[in-house]
């Protein structure tokens, strides 16, 4: 299949792009410029610049026969716009309804989409999200992500392009930034972190797996108009993680307790409320749908993901 991948120099595009190519994928990339980035050998660049409500897609879907959209405006961790929401929905909403609409028209058989958990909502109460849940979506990025579903899926059905939706957790490994990094940094310095007495559960997926769920996606006839929840398999504690990655760094967690309460008081003087949630709070999802449907398992274990990410971040010059 001739696929065209967006977000293709990105941290998933990454991981994806040697899968697709692995499974006899024509790749084409569509990059912000033709300096967005090394691709491997084979790989056709397509410079489409800024995306949004106004990219034309022409050329870069000449000839395609599947779409795998990446690209998106993910968490901005030093937000400076004054209307934030409005570039989310540039970017996310708009882009990806206009690459659909243009997909659309080059009749272009199969459009993988990844969308997020942050779809489902913030938090899970003791059951995890599944498929059925109805969407919630609380922040910029989920309710951008979540309007991206719907005129995707609007324009599909209008056209009858196939879609699949894959909606992520925390994606982690080599090249992983924002909290997670920040998280391997704590580990690898064994600071002492007052968390061993939260008793979350949180669903996490290695970027090898995000990137073989993709390929399956795109490849799997009975991935057809289907949205997917995927991970690692069973989630885990914010503790026992912790202590899984100071493992991998060959270093130590020196985790001691503290009242859940007064840590969200704490980070809520600080300023640190949502980094807080994401350490204390439970976010985990079932991903059973799409290891019935399309038989898919993750080629990696979680203990597997965390050692290639380990040996990355100690493989990098951080002084």
């Given at each position: 299949?001739?696929v065209?991948?967006?977000?293709a120099?990105?941290?998933?595009g990454?991981a994806?792009i040697?899968?697709?190519?692995?499974?006899g994928h024509?790749?084409?990339?569509?990059v912000?410029?033709?300096?967005g980035?090394?691709?491997?050998d084979?790989v056709?660049?397509?410079?489409v610049?800024?995306?949004?409500?106004?990219?034309?897609?022409?050329?870069?879907l000449?000839?395609i026969?599947?779409?795998i959209h990446?690209?998106?405006r993910?968490?901005v961790m030093?937000?400076?716009?004054?209307?934030p929401l409005?570039?989310?929905?540039?970017?996310n909403t708009s882009?990806?309804q206009r690459?659909?609409?243009?997909a659309g028209?080059a009749?272009?058989g199969r459009?993988v989409?990844?969308?997020?958990?942050?779809v489902?909502?913030?938090?899970?109460?003791?059951?995890?999200?599944?498929?059925a849940f109805?969407?919630?979506?609380?922040?910029?990025?989920g309710i951008?992500?979540?309007?991206?579903?719907?005129?995707l899926?609007a324009?599909?059905?209008?056209?009858?392009?196939?879609?699949?939706?894959l909606r992520?957790p925390?994606?982690?490994?080599?090249?992983?930034k924002?909290n997670?990094?920040?998280?391997?940094?704590?580990?690898n310095?064994g600071?002492?972190?007052?968390?061993?007495?939260?008793?979350n559960?949180r669903?996490?997926?290695y970027v090898?797996?995000?990137a073989?769920?993709l390929?399956?996606?795109?490849?799997?006839a009975?991935?057809?108009?289907?949205?997917?929840?995927v991970?690692?398999?069973?989630?885990?504690?914010?503790p026992?993680?912790?202590?899984?990655?100071?493992v991998?760094?060959g270093?130590r967690a020196?985790l001691f307790?503290?009242p859940e309460?007064?840590?969200r008081?704490?980070?809520r003087?600080?300023?640190?409320?949502?980094m807080?949630e994401r350490?204390?709070?439970?976010?985990?999802?079932?991903?059973?749908?799409i290891?019935?449907i399309?038989a898919?398992h993750?080629?990696?274990?979680m203990?597997e993901?965390?050692?290639e990410?380990?040996a990355w971040?100690l493989?990098q010059?951080?002084s």
């Amino acid at each position: 299949m001739r696929v065209l991948v967006t977000g293709a120099t990105g941290f998933v595009g990454n991981a994806l792009i040697p899968e697709l190519i692995a499974a006899g994928h024509n790749v084409r990339a569509a990059v912000w410029s033709d300096l967005g980035g090394n691709l491997a050998d084979g790989v056709e660049a397509i410079e489409v610049g800024d995306i949004g409500p106004e990219t034309n897609w022409d050329e870069a879907l000449d000839g395609i026969e599947g779409v795998i959209h990446l690209a998106a405006r993910a968490h901005v961790m030093n937000e400076t716009s004054i209307d934030p929401l409005a570039q989310y929905r540039r970017i996310n909403t708009s882009g990806t309804q206009r690459l659909a609409e243009a997909a659309g028209r080059a009749g272009v058989g199969r459009f993988v989409f990844l969308s997020s958990v942050k779809v489902n909502g913030e938090r899970t109460e003791g059951c995890p999200f599944n498929e059925a849940f109805v969407p919630a979506p609380e922040d910029a990025y989920g309710i951008t992500k979540w309007e991206a579903e719907q005129a995707l899926e609007a324009e599909a059905s209008r056209c009858g392009m196939e879609t699949v939706i894959l909606r992520s957790p925390l994606v982690y490994g080599p090249g992983v930034k924002g909290n997670y990094l920040r998280l391997l940094g704590f580990c690898n310095k064994g600071l002492p972190l007052p968390l061993c007495a939260i008793r979350n559960t949180r669903s996490l997926i290695y970027v090898g797996n995000l990137a073989n769920a993709l390929q399956t996606s795109l490849d799997h006839a009975a991935a057809a108009g289907e949205t997917f929840l995927v991970s690692d398999g069973a989630p885990v504690s914010t503790p026992d993680l912790i202590r899984a990655i100071a493992v991998a760094l060959g270093s130590r967690a020196p985790l001691f307790p503290m009242p859940e309460t007064l840590l969200r008081t704490v980070a809520r003087v600080l300023g640190k409320s949502g980094m807080a949630e994401r350490l204390i709070g439970s976010l985990a999802v079932d991903d059973r749908k799409i290891r019935q449907i399309l038989a898919w398992h993750p080629p990696f274990s979680m203990l597997e993901g965390l050692r290639e990410t380990a040996a990355w971040y100690l493989s990098q010059d951080r002084s």
